[in-house]
């Protein structure tokens, strides 16, 4: 089945800098790749999303990158804001039927003001 | 439009007893998948219904198990309840249709076994 792994596992950015936070995955049949953002006590959201025919996709601050030959996609913000600070969660799956969503184990983000 | 619903909230519960979760998806929604969260394992898949059918099975003991109505409402049991089944039991909806696409989670049910 699917792995998903996210590198690192935390990360400290000061505020106004740029965060990358990056997922590797291993099933080459994935083609759908959400990036999901979860505070402090609340539930997960879905931020951004790519699918396998675009490289890269954007929504003001945010970026995500796609490198299907290398099995591996970055996000990308740009101007942190402390209200940036969170679990992100990147997943990947396939666009069947039966496509499971899988999860890597998530990156806590500190923006430092 | 009211979000996923999940309830209860928060329970206790002591070794080898029984527990049931259940989740309310958005309206129209049919599909309902149910995740595990614990410190630094993540989100991890349980299962997931697709119009009353368990379309997908992660990799949890048969003690963990599943069922969805035919108004989407999904409800998830754990049997023998152990210490390490202590987490934040989340559930997510999305829809209508079939295939990979946005999860809307519920805000959680938090399990601690004693």
């Known amino acids: 089945g699917e792995n998903v792994e996210q590198h690192p596992s935390t990360l400290s950015v000061q505020e106004g800098d740029s965060a990358v936070i990056k997922c590797t995955y291993s099933d080459s049949a994935s083609n759908y790749f959400p990036w999901y953002k979860q505070e402090l006590g609340k539930r997960p959201q879905l931020i951004i999303d790519?699918?396998?025919?675009?490289g890269e996709k954007k929504d003001q601050r945010i970026a995500v990158t796609l490198n299907k030959t290398a099995k591996h996609f970055s996000l990308h913000i740009t101007e942190t804001q402390p209200e940036d600070s969170a679990v992100y969660f990147c997943a990947a799956s396939s666009t069947g039927a039966n496509s499971k969503l899988t999860f890597g184990k998530g990156i806590t983000l500190s923006v430092r003001p | 439009k009211a979000g996923v619903t999940q309830t209860p909230r928060y329970l206790i519960k002591t070794r080898g007893q029984q527990v049931t979760l259940s989740c309310s998806p958005i309206?129209?929604?049919?599909?309902v998948s149910w995740y595990q969260q614990t410190p630094g394992q993540g989100l991890q898949f349980l299962f997931e219904?697709?119009?009353?059918?368990?379309?997908n099975k992660g990799n949890f003991p048969g003690r963990f198990s599943g069922r969805q109505f035919s108004n989407s409402r999904s409800e998830m049991n754990v049997s023998t309840l152990e210490l390490g089944d202590s987490a934040l039991y989340l559930c997510?909806?999305?829809?209508?249709?079939?295939?990979?696409?946005?999860?809307?989670f519920g805000e959680g049910s938090r399990l601690t076994v004693l």
């Open positions: 219904y697709f119009s009353e059918t368990q379309r």
């Open positions: 309206s129209g929604h049919r599909s």
């Open positions: 790519i699918r396998s025919n675009v």
């Open positions: 997510a909806s999305s829809g209508p249709g079939q295939g990979a696409g946005e999860l809307f």
